[in-house]
């Protein structure tokens, strides 16, 4: 899996991935409406990976920036990684072609590049993405995760999207789809949190050993929202260790967390809706972590997760996520 002069890599059905992916999810509403002008100039400044989901709500604001670049002459559709994101009301199998198509017209694209389940937890069917009940909590559904697979392979054989995968999947979870009966293809890559506070070594051996990719999100700590954000975190990139080797390679904690991952073999995703981060994000290829110092970097660890999930702990095939 050599990084190409590109910065791609080969996934195990062949597709190649750039390693560093532009993130486009906002909490805020306010906030969605930069995500339009900021996917623009994160394609002008040369990211050519794109996350996006159909629960972001950036989908048409994505969609528009990556066909006025298209239009502009500054990229082609081929050159850009565009992921999307099938969502828990749509994991029964007759529903999973509904979501992606939904996503296609907003996005005005024919094809993804990737399409991966948002995570392992099925919703109940039905317009609310975040369906709740009278006491207040989500509405779950019970659906075999195996025949959601077997839709999401149906998709790319119709050609509407290259590649599949999974996201928050744990060991287990990864492993029914690998060992269900008549597997057509592998997840490409399971995407994941990762950065420095929670480094995913465990997660990191089993895909590498099973030729999946890891891609981490919240590389950069999260965007510590209250709604999603586990209380008295410490603020990743205020790490005196992250600053002090920053300092010594004269880039910031941000750009020194980015590089930590793709040192590792992961794809790392970072979100920023500012031009002047957009612009720095994109020097991650300009320079190289010594061993010693990514050896200090791994001694970080320490099992923090910034983002809750405790919104499905009563689903009916919960799993707890796996302590690294
Ligand atoms: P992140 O960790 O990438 O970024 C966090 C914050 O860092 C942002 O608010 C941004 O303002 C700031 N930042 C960015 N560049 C910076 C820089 N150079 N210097 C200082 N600060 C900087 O945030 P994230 O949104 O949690 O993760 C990235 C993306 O991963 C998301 O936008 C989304 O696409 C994806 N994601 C997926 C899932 C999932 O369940 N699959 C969950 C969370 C995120």
């Known amino acids: 899996m050599a990084q190409s002069k590109d910065h791609a890599i080969r996934m195990n059905d062949g597709n190649k ?47 528009r920036a990556v066909r006025e670049k298209i239009a502009d002459g500054t990229v082609k559709r081929e050159d850009i990684f565009y992921t999307g994101k099938l969502w828990s009301t749509f994991y029964r199998p007759e529903l999973v072609q509904t979501c992606l198509e939904q996503s296609l017209k907003k996005l005005q694209f024919d094809y993804m590049d990737l399409f991966i389940i948002h995570n392992p937890y099925a919703l109940q069917p039905g317009p609310n993405p975040l369906p709740l009940g009278e006491n207040g909590k989500l509405i779950y559904d019970n659906v075999d995760l195996r025949q959601t697979w077997e839709a999401m392979e149906a998709c790319k054989d119709a050609g509407l999207v290259k590649s599949i995968g999974v996201s928050n999947f744990n ?140 919104a499905f702990f009563g689903h009916p095939q919960y799993l707890p996520l796996d302590e690294d």
């Open 171 to 310: 060991r287990q979870q990864l492993e029914m789809i690998l060992s269900k009966p008549g597997l057509k293809y592998k997840p490409v890559l399971n995407q994941v949190e990762s950065h420095p506070y929670l480094n995913q070594s465990k997660m990191l051996a089993f895909c590498k050993s099973k030729d999946i990719l890891l891609e981490a999100y919240s590389a950069l700590g999260s965007q510590r929202n209250a709604a999603w954000l586990n209380k008295e975190t410490p603020v990743l990139l205020e790490d005196p260790l992250l600053a002090a080797i920053a300092k010594k390679y004269n880039r910031s904690p941000a750009l020194v967390a980015l590089r930590y991952q793709l040192q590792r073999g992961l794809v790392v995703l970072v979100k920023s809706f500012t031009k002047n981060q957009i612009e720095e994000n994109i020097q991650v290829f300009d320079f190289h972590l010594s061993q010693e110092d990514m050896k200090s970097i791994d001694g970080l660890h320490r099992n923090q997760r910034y983002l809750k999930v405790d």
């Open 17 to 63: 991935i750039p390693v560093l992916g532009f993130g486009t999810y906002s909490p805020d509403d306010a906030e969605k409406s930069k995500c339009e002008e900021a996917t623009k100039i994160a394609i002008e400044v040369g990211f050519r990976h794109i996350d996006c989901a159909y629960l972001y709500n950036t989908e048409e604001q994505v969609g």
